[in-house]
T-cell receptor
């Protein structure tokens, strides 16, 4: 099946630093998404990308959908302690509004630790 | 506003025992999913239900069965639990085919340990 390689697996940073993580795939995806999982909770959607080359921001978060449709990255600027958690990339092969039923392929996750 | 509710939150089983994880959503979503989360493996799809009355296998369905009881509820059953099924299980829902944005709404998870 489709696989996503997400890196790095973990990051330990100081508060205020910027963070960058990325996801690559051997398959093409038509939608890329980034989710965050707080400790003891389920993942929550941060950013969704629907077009190759699209660059989208959500506050201190910026994500891009790679031109090849096989990769995506997420940047977090000026990290704060509440950024702690696991970040997952996810790819969807179907088009928005299509019939893929939201079946997502998830990356392995990046564990982010922020030291005050 | 409850969203997606899973029960139980924690469960310990012995090898060979059976159990059912319950999931309910109050967002009037059409599609529902069961994922398992294991360290270093991300989230893997076990089964999903695109709409009421339909269910399909995901990436790792062996050892599991599901029932879409109605539009709100989607249960996951382990008939004969094995230690390899020790994991955190997440139920999720989405609006479904007509508005397939890729956004899933997850429950808080059910941590299952099989001894």
């Amino acid at each position: 099946g489709q696989q996503l390689n997400q890196s790095p697996q973990s990051m330990f940073i100081q508060e205020g630093e910027d963070v960058s993580m990325n996801c690559t795939s051997s398959s093409i995806f038509n939608t890329w998404l980034w989710y965050k999982q707080d400790p003891g909770e389920g993942p929550v959607l941060l950013i969704a990308l629907y077009k190759a080359g699209e660059l989208t921001s959500n506050g201190r978060l910026t994500a891009q959908f790679g031109i090849t449709r096989k990769d995506s990255f997420l940047n977090i600027s000026a990290s704060i302690p509440s950024d702690v958690g696991i970040y997952f990339c996810a790819g969807q092969g179907g088009y928005a509004g299509g019939t893929s039923y939201g079946k997502l392929t998830f990356g392995q996750g990046t564990i982010l630790t922020v030291h005050p | 506003n409850a969203g997606v509710t899973q029960t139980p939150k924690f469960q310990v089983l012995k090898t060979g025992q059976s159990m059912t994880l319950q999931c309910a959503q109050d967002m009037n979503h059409n599609s529902m999913y069961w994922y398992r989360q294991d360290p270093g493996m991300g989230l893997r799809l076990i089964y999903y239900s695109a709409s009421e009355g339909t269910t399909d296998k995901g990436e790792v369905p062996n050892g599991y069965n599901v029932s879409r009881l109605n539009k709100r509820e989607f249960s996951l059953r382990l008939e004969s639990a094995a230690p390899s099924q020790t994991s955190v299980y997440f139920c999720a829902s989405s609006e479904g085919v007509l508005r397939n944005t890729g956004e899933l709404f997850f429950g808080e998870g059910s941590r299952l340990t099989v001894l």
